[in-house]
């Protein structure tokens, strides 16, 4: 069974950056190869991926964060990272990593508050 540890979170002012990191354990194959996402939700919302990156390290984003998150990995670390620049009230919820290639538990997640 796969474990998600999520990190980084806080508050932040609107134009402000965070680093999230994600540990990920107990993955049947290589961490290698899996493909990769970071997923948000705020309360009364249905959770949405905002970032994705695959085995081969290409990367897609949501159009509302595109130009200002940054998806990366580092394999040897078991560990997925999300840079957040020019933060916005509306980034504004818990984040989550998960792979895209099975379905399993979520990790705990980590709260994003951007506010001024």
């Known amino acids: 069974q796969m474990q998600y540890v999520e990190s980084g979170g806080g508050l932040a002012q609107p134009g402000g950056t965070l680093r999230l990191s994600c540990v990920v354990s107990?993955?049947?194959?290589?961490?290698?190869?899996?493909?990769m996402g970071w997923y948000r939700q705020s309360p009364g919302k249905t959770r949405e991926i905002v970032a994705a990156?695959?085995?081969?390290?290409?990367?897609n984003y949501a159009d509302s964060v595109k130009g200002r998150f940054t998806i990366s990995r580092d394999n040897a670390k078991n560990t997925v990272y999300l840079q957040m620049n020019s933060l916005k009230s509306e980034d504004t919820a818990v984040y989550y990593c998960?792979?895209?290639?099975?379905?399993?538990?979520w990790g705990q997640g980590t709260q994003v508050t951007v506010s001024s």
């Open positions: 990156i695959t085995s081969s390290e290409i990367t």
């Open positions: 107990g993955t049947p194959f290589s961490f290698s190869r899996y493909d």
């Open positions: 998960h792979t895209r290639n099975r379905a399993g538990d």
